[in-house]
């Protein structure tokens, strides 16, 4: 399940197939168990446990859709940020995979100016060819006031606002993704290392039997 893409919503649905599957699986075996029987097969044990994992990692799967179709209002935190793309994704080997630009939000686009007309008085020509080339450089640009370049002005900077808007928000998209890659890795990890110790101490007391208060061999 931690395998499918984070943004498929076939995960929850793979997680709830398991789940009844193995609670099928577990009126099979118990219908096979002596009901007379004062311990716990270990083979009781281990669906038991197995079920458990498998709810855990549905609501996991259910936490990562949220983080990966969150709403684009506001970026992560920041020290979420720093500890999941800085630290976790290093261990992971996700560091190539997740973004870690963290640019400024006010940042236009490369090539994006925003324009401002000025009165004739205030648009001084340049005396020298330093100033020529000072003016080049500076921004924002500005032009000479009149009505025709008051509405290009206009224009032009809700053309720049609407760009910058427009990867302000696929830049928190893709933070918000990246938290969603890096979270199901990690807990893919976390409920793996979980399952493998888990079943080696069950399977490694095999010869032994479960009891309500004590174990009996």
């Known amino acids: 399940m931690f395998w499918m893409p984070c943004d498929a919503g076939e995960k929850v649905s793979l997680g709830i197939t398991i789940l009844l599957a193995f609670s099928v699986f577990q009126l099979v075996i118990a219908e096979s168990t002596p009901k007379t029987s004062d311990y716990f097969p270990v083979i009781v044990v281990y669906v038991a446990f197995i079920m458990s994992v498998s ?72 005396s020298n060819k330093s100033d020529l080339n000072k003016n080049k450089t500076d921004e924002p640009t500005y032009y000479p006031e009149n009505e025709s370049m008051k509405r290009i002005a206009e224009d032009v900077n809700v053309i720049c606002d609407t760009i910058r808007n427009k990867a302000k928000m696929e830049q928190i998209l893709d933070e918000w993704k990246g938290v969603a890659r890096v979270v199901d890795r990690m807990f893919f990890w976390i409920c793996s290392l979980i399952v493998l110790c888990t079943c080696a101490a069950i399977f490694s007391n095999r010869g032994s039997s479960y009891t309500g208060n004590s174990t009996s061999h």
């Open 55 to 126: 709810a855990v990692s549905t609501v996991t799967a259910i936490v990562i859709l949220y983080l990966n179709f969150h709403p684009c209002q506001y970026r992560p935190p920041r020290n979420t940020r720093v500890f999941l793309f800085e630290y976790v994704a290093k261990v992971l080997f996700m560091y190539s995979s997740v973004p870690h630009d963290d640019q400024d939000e006010e940042e236009l686009p490369l090539g994006i100016t925003k324009v401002r007309p000025v009165s004739h008085v205030n648009a001084e020509k340049p």
